[in-house]
């Protein structure tokens, strides 16, 4: 079988869903392609796939819409990153070259990330099974397409409702994930059962570990430099190894002296890093959080814009850590002047510190972890969805 995996913007985050469903492909002998925007290459190289890259729009235009998602309303963001991004900006990007590779490579199975939109618009009539590969949420990624809807039917008709009826496979858990796609197919998220030790970094290793990361999309906005300053206030002098993860377009000179029990570094493996921490620190994005609950690891939250909001109220009322999302009906708040209050190293520190002292944050992250642990893995899952049949279009 030739499997084709498509992914727009957004980087790792939504590259590595994908991946276990590809190697899964290349396991039992499929012949695999990955047709993404230039960034994604270097990824694609290092999982050993074969790699096309497509069409992306310019920096200045996703940089424009990117500086926005933080600061406008909720409402607004969703249309701005789901409709004009991905829907109109990305899509109709990247969609020559996805035809090219229709043409070129003729797939019988399309694996889509949900942001991806133009591998389902150029496939041809009734050719090939398209299922999308969760990064988010069901909720938030239904609403997302919903949000897109306008978008993707000018470039064609009747795109949307397949998207909703083709195949939605997602390794979040049900008890946190209820979904409204017609076939959910739930998998495995993989822990690494020997992870690589770090780096002597410090100076003692009987510290809890506590690992801080806002993902690979805040790196190239304006308020990252801010933001990362704000957590190291926020663990300066707390009885931990501290950990952050800045990605590889922040200039780390804009932080500073470091506290002494912090290190930073570009990127590292969060599997490993998971694996050994004692807490995680984040925005509320689906990567981090649910990588750190397929670990067993208790999160303290600070949601910015798009899913971060969802997940973290799911994560907070199912006890396995703590959402420092700002109410939302205070007067006069701006999304800046919330997402101001909600990085605030104060509310950051006491968050953590709680986490870090209460058990049952932890004993709720181990419940989730055993949830997921017992969904079937990609090799089964992918077998499942290589029996269905192609739609029309």
Request: overall charge negative.
């Amino acid at each position: 079988m030739r499997v084709l995996g498509a992914c727009s913007l957004g980087g790792a985050g939504h590259f590595y869903p994908l991946v276990p469903f590809l190697e899964a492909a290349r396991r039992r002998g499929d012949e695999t392609l990955v047709v993404a925007p230039s960034a994604i290459g270097e990824l694609a190289a290092a999982g050993g796939f074969s790699f096309r890259a497509g069409g992306e729009p310019s920096k200045a235009e996703t940089a424009i819409i990117r500086e926005m998602l933080p600061v406008v309303s909720r409402a607004d963001a969703v249309v701005l990153g789901n409709r004009e991004l991905f829907g109109r900006l990305a899509a109709g990007a990247l969609l020559a070259s996805m035809k090219q590779a229709f043409l070129d490579f003729d797939p019988q199975l399309i694996l889509r990330e949900p942001c991806e939109y133009a591998s389902v618009i150029a496939r041809p009539g009734g050719h090939a099974v398209t299922a999308q590969v969760a990064i988010s949420l069901a909720e938030a990624e239904a609403a997302s397409i919903a949000a897109a809807a306008p978008a993707l039917e000018e470039r064609r008709k009747g795109v949307v409702d397949e998207l909703f009826a083709s195949p939605y496979m997602t390794y979040f858990p049900a008890s946190l994930d209820p979904s409204p796609f017609a076939t959910t197919l739930r998998f495995r998220h993989g822990v690494p059962a020997s992870p690589r030790p770090l780096p002597p970094w410090w100076e003692t290793s009987d510290l809890p570990l506590v690992y801080v990361s806002f993902g690979s999309v805040v790196s190239h906005m304006s308020i990252a430099a801010d933001l990362y300053r704000t957590a190291l206030a926020a663990v300066t002098g707390l009885g931990a190894r501290v950990l952050l993860s800045v990605g590889t377009r922040f200039d780390r000179s804009q932080l500073g002296a470091l506290p002494a029990n912090v290190h930073v570094e570009s990127w590292v493996d969060q599997a490993d890093v998971v694996a050994q921490a004692d807490a995680v620190v984040c925005h509320g994005g689906s990567g981090t959080v649910f990588g750190a609950l397929a670990a067993g690891v208790p999160l303290v939250m600070v949601p910015s814009f798009a899913d971060q909001f969802t997940n973290a109220r799911r994560v907070a009322d199912a006890g396995a850590g703590l959402s420092l999302e700002a109410p939302t009906n205070a007067p006069g708040r701006t999304g800046q002047a919330r997402r101001d209050e909600a990085h605030d190293s104060g509310r950051i520190r006491f968050a953590l510190e709680e986490v870090l002292s209460d058990p049952s944050y932890g004993r709720h992250a181990d419940e989730i972890a055993r949830e997921m642990a017992a969904m079937p893995g990609p090799d089964e899952v992918l077998a499942r969805l290589s029996a269905c049949e192609p739609r029309a279009s």
